[in-house]
Each structure stands twice: as C-alpha cells, then as structure tokens.
C-alpha cells in the first residue's frame, strides 16, 4: 500500500475579494516517490493550491504532512518540510548566495544538522549541473536571467535541509530543452535518492512532453460552472 506523505482534505480556497470559491472541496493524496503533475487551464488556480499546500494562502479543509497539520509542526518548521518553489524567483533582494545563507540560519532550521558551509557546497555543486557558474551566486538577482534565477532558486530548494516535499511552480519554463532536461532527471534522482530528504514533488508544468518525463500521477483541474469554483476531475 502506497505510503502517504501528504494528505488534503475538502481544501477549500476562497479569493478575498470576490468572495466566491476559486477551487472547491478538493482532496488527494501524494505518496512517497510520486512526482505529481498538476494540469489545468490558466486561471484555474494551479499556483494557488501550491501555495495552499505550503501555507502561504489561507484556505479551508485539512492538509496533514506524516499525519500533522502546519499548526502542529508549527509554521516556520512546516514550511521547511513543503518548500515552494515560486516560478519568477527573480522579484528577491540581494544575491542568491545572501539568500541562501540568510534561509539557512532561519530559526525554523536550527533543527537539521546541515551546516551553512555544506548547505553552500551542496547547492554550488548541483547547479554547475545545470552550467551555473560560481560566480552568479554573488550577482544580484535582478541581474540573472529567467533560466538562471530558476536554476539557483531550485539549487537553493534542494540544497537546504529538510525539505520532504518540493512545490515547483513551472520550475523549467525559461530553459531550452537539454536544460531543462538536465534539471528534470536532477530532480526525480534526488527524490527517489536514500540520501536525500525530499520524498515528493508536486510539479507544475504546461508541457505534455515534460509531464510524459517525469510525472508518476497527474491531477487535473477543471474550471466548474457559476461559483462551483474549480474541482478535480482526475487524481
């Protein structure tokens, strides 16, 4: 029996402005190893649920990560277990190697034993994977281009301890192909690896081809009719 690493449950997401569900009632499982793809039309509410699943939005129903909720991890720490992986990491200030050392000592990461200097190692060596050099870790984010700021946002993601499930927001969007591919087969090693933490990944993606690579599950969202609000029509 698959294990279940995430679990939700009638998740519910109003938008505060319109006071109308934008997805409704929506519940599914990821299991460890998964790699689940999340397909839907735009506007449908793909990036939403992302930050639902992290805690970033405030939502109704019941998301458990190994059995507890954000509030009983406390939401600092939940946070460093469902890390989201924002599409356009270019809007951060100062350089991606500030930002790294600065995540790292959050209090919430005082937990793992993973210290500043093998985080720093960890991430430089995985994104020379992916032709980042060393020395755009220190150029200011505004500076990077979109490829590059989602290759070091990503090495940065993987790199810091903890993590047990990715959110990736069209992690690839702004890479050519053999890129993109490099980071995919990256990704899908370090979740099935022993010696890493990261036990799934929910993964955004536009692309049919890319979603045939990597993806174990798909879920699709659906646009419903008057204020339904969004729901799953495959899981």
Known sequence: MPEAILTVRGLTYTIPEEKRPLFHDISFEVNK??????????????????????HLNVYKGKIEL???TAMQYGVPLYRTKVSYVPQRPSMLPGTPMSFLKTVHNFKARQ???????????????????WDI?????????????????????????????GAVV??????TSALDEP???????????????????IEALVWITHSDEQAERVGTRT???????????VHLISA
């Open 33 to 54: 190893g998964d790699i689940v793809i999340i397909r839907g039309p735009s506007g449908c509410g793909k990036t939403t649920l992302l930050k639902c699943l992290s």
């Open 66 to 68: 190994l059995g507890k």
């Open 111 to 129: 937990a793992y034993e993973t210290s500043e200097a093998d985080a720093v190692e960890n991430a430089v060596k995985l994104s020379s994977h």
């Open 133 to 161: 050099t060393e020395g755009l870790w220190n150029k200011d984010w505004t500076e990077l281009s979109g490829g590059e700021s989602q290759r070091l946002s990503m090495a940065i993601a993987v790199s810091l301890p």
């Open 166 to 171: 990715l959110l990736l927001d069209e992690p």
């Open 179 to 197: 890129t993109s591919e490099r980071v995919e087969r990256s990704l899908v090693e370090l979740c099935h690896s022993p010696d890493s933490s």
């Open 219 to 229: 879920l699709t969202l659906e646009k419903g009719a008057g204020t339904e609000g």
